[in-house]
């Protein structure tokens, strides 16, 4: 049984009281919006990743939701008494797990709503379908920002959703300042996945010092003192000895793996490029990951030095942070195929409208999101016959971005026909007074104008809605 200190937890909605294994909450039935209790009966189904809904009862004006709790699981608010590479483990697999991503129901991320066991298991308990009440004043990526804080420094969740900076006042730790200059979710998922590798190598160099001091040759786990038992007592067979040796090569093998990590963050903090990237490969990053890392930080040039092959990923993000005159100081390694320096010259092509060159290479590229980008720079400079030639095609390849680009077409035509109607109401008001038709061309004038307003508010709209479906 959990200390007295953690027996009531209190979260947003209401307050949890623990006894033994049961982990109960009651909350006014007036906060509920159901006809029926059995409304909520969906919650009590087995969910992944979160502790079971035992019972549902409503007595006297409160509904009752009783839980049963896992004998080893133990509350997030007795996280801050664990080692720091137990706490970022912790941080990591709740980014990882990345609970709020579906939307089915609504979740709190307040520690006393999530329980938790060592190295990296992590249950959530109360969880809201659109009949329960729910606190929803922070964004996901404040709250995940909270928790990693919390995880990290122990201040409290609800100090630090107010005000992150908080973290930094008694802790210096640049590890602090990487979680809160995350500008958004995959950032933060990326920062604290290096964290977590920095961290545990820290863990180990401790072990590693330990070990020259005692004279060992190598990092003793608990798999390896089982084995290095049955050498003492003669029980080992040369199998046996090869899979001790076996486990040595892996331990170090992964040791100098963390080491790696540490050096990664190291050179990324202090701008080195080089240097990081020749840590990423020893660290043994894959190619999409070196590449994932340069592009949250938007170190584009790095990103395709990475790895040549993913230009349109980079070009992707290029436009995606509306960086795109990037593109024409890109470069590609020494050695690049062919085909990718063709595919950089239409990107390049696009960004400074070589009208010329888009409209030779158009019959022959099948890239969508190339196909996007020059449709939308045929657009953006008035030529409409190409952009709507492109729009045919990538229609073929791509619907939703057909559709997509079809609805900037759209809208270039109404906002078109608002400065044109714009035009004919501002020459029908400098009609001289004494013409009788002034007043009935005015009023046309007017209204031809408001009817345009109202398509190009309509263009809009779809375009809004079909951008983000092509991520744009």
Same mark, same amino acid.
């Given at each position: 049984?959990?200390?007295?200190?953690? /027996? !009531?937890? #209190?979260?947003e909605i209401g307050t949890f009281k623990r006894s033994n294994d049961k982990l109960s909450i009651k909350i006014d039935k007036s906060q509920f919006r159901y006809d029926s209790l059995s409304e909520l009966n969906e919650l009590k189904k087995h969910q992944e990743n979160f502790i079971d809904l035992d019972s549902?009862?409503?007595?006297?004006?409160?509904?009752?939701?009783?839980?049963?709790? &896992?004998?080893?699981?133990?509350?997030?608010?007795?996280?801050?008494?664990?080692?720091?590479?137990?706490?970022?483990?912790?941080?990591?697999?709740?980014?990882?797990?990345?609970?709020?991503?579906?939307?089915? +129901?609504?979740?709190?991320? %307040?520690?006393?709503?999530?329980? +938790?066991?060592?190295?990296?298991?992590?249950?959530y308990v109360y969880k809201a379908n659109e009949a329960m009440p729910f606190d929803d004043n922070f964004s996901p990526l404040m709250k995940y920002k909270a928790l990693v804080l919390y995880c990290l420094t122990g201040i409290a969740y609800e100090r630090l959703l107010n005000e992150p900076k908080e973290a930094? =006042?008694?802790?210096?730790?640049?590890?602090?300042?990487?979680?809160?200059? &995350?500008? #958004?979710?995959?950032?933060?998922?990326?920062?604290?996945n290096s964290i977590d590798d920095s961290i545990s190598y820290q863990e180990w160099q401790k072990i590693d010092t330990k070990e020259k001091k005692t004279k060992r040759k190598f990092i003793i786990t608990a798999s390896s003192i089982a084995i290095v038992g049955l050498l003492l007592v003669g029980m080992v067979?040369?199998?046996?000895?090869?899979?001790?040796?076996?486990?040595?090569?892996?331990?170090?093998?992964? !040791?100098?793996?963390?080491?790696?990590?540490?050096?990664?963050?190291?050179?990324?903090? @202090?701008? %080195?490029?080089?240097?990081?990237?020749?840590?990423?490969?020893?660290?043994? +990053?894959?190619?999409?990951?070196?590449?994932?890392?340069?592009?949250?930080?938007?170190?584009?040039?790095?990103?395709?030095?990475?790895?040549?092959?993913?230009?349109?990923?980079?070009? @992707?993000?290029?436009?995606? @942070?509306?960086?795109?005159?990037?593109? !024409?100081?890109?470069?590609?390694?020494?050695?690049?195929?062919?085909?990718?320096?063709?595919?950089?010259?239409?990107?390049?092509?696009?960004?400074?409208?070589?009208?010329?060159?888009?409209?030779?290479?158009?019959?022959?590229?099948?890239?969508?999101?190339?196909? !996007?980008?020059?449709?939308?720079?045929?657009?953006?400079? #008035?030529?409409?016959?190409?952009?709507?030639?492109?729009?045919?095609?990538?229609?073929?390849?791509?619907?939703?971005?057909?559709?997509?680009? *079809?609805?900037?077409?759209?809208?270039?035509?109404?906002? /078109?026909?608002?400065?044109?109607?714009?035009?004919?109401?501002?020459?029908?008001? *400098? =009609?001289? @007074?004494?013409?009788?038709?002034?007043?009935?061309?005015?009023?046309?004038?007017?209204?031809?104008?408001?009817?345009?307003?109202?398509?190009?508010?309509?263009?809009?709209?779809?375009?809004? &809605?079909?951008?983000?479906?092509?991520?744009?």
């Open positions: 049984m959990v200390k007295k200190k953690y /027996d !009531l937890l #209190n979260i549902i009862v409503e007595q006297e004006n409160q509904v009752i939701l009783t839980y049963k709790l &896992s004998k080893n699981a133990k509350s997030l608010k007795e996280l801050i008494k664990e080692k720091k590479a137990i706490r970022t483990s912790i941080a990591k697999r709740i980014m990882n797990q990345d609970i709020l991503k579906d939307d089915t +129901y609504r979740i709190s991320l %307040n520690p006393a709503n999530i329980w +938790y066991y060592p190295m990296n298991h992590v249950w930094l =006042i008694n802790n210096q730790d640049p590890i602090v300042l990487q979680v809160l200059n &995350s500008e #958004n979710i995959e950032d933060l998922k990326l920062a604290i067979h040369k199998n046996d000895q090869k899979k001790l040796i076996a486990l040595e090569d892996k331990q170090k093998i992964e !040791l100098k793996k963390l080491k790696y990590s540490s050096m990664v963050q190291s050179s990324l903090d @202090n701008k %080195n490029w080089k240097e990081a990237s020749e840590a990423m490969k020893k660290a043994g +990053y894959s190619k999409e990951k070196q590449t994932q890392t340069f592009l949250s930080l938007k170190e584009y040039q790095e990103a395709i030095n990475a790895d040549p092959k993913e230009l349109n990923t980079v070009v @992707n993000e290029i436009y995606k @942070n509306n960086d795109e005159k990037v593109v !024409l100081d890109l470069e590609l390694p020494t050695g690049t195929e062919e085909k990718i320096d063709d595919e950089l010259k239409i990107e390049k092509a696009i960004v400074s409208y070589d009208s010329e060159t888009l409209a030779s290479q158009l019959s022959f590229e099948e890239n969508k999101d190339v196909l !996007l980008r020059m449709g939308q720079a045929f657009l953006e400079n #008035n030529d409409m016959q190409d952009a709507q030639s492109v729009q045919t095609k990538l229609f073929g390849l791509d619907e939703t971005k057909g559709d997509y680009l *079809k609805s900037m077409i759209d809208l270039k035509t109404a906002t /078109d026909k608002v400065k044109d109607s714009q035009k004919k109401l501002d020459e029908a008001n *400098k =009609i001289d @007074n004494k013409d009788k038709s002034k007043g009935d061309k005015v009023k046309v004038a007017k209204s031809n104008l408001d009817s345009a307003k109202k398509d190009e508010t309509l263009a809009k709209d779809k375009v809004d &809605s079909l951008k983000n479906k092509v991520g744009a």
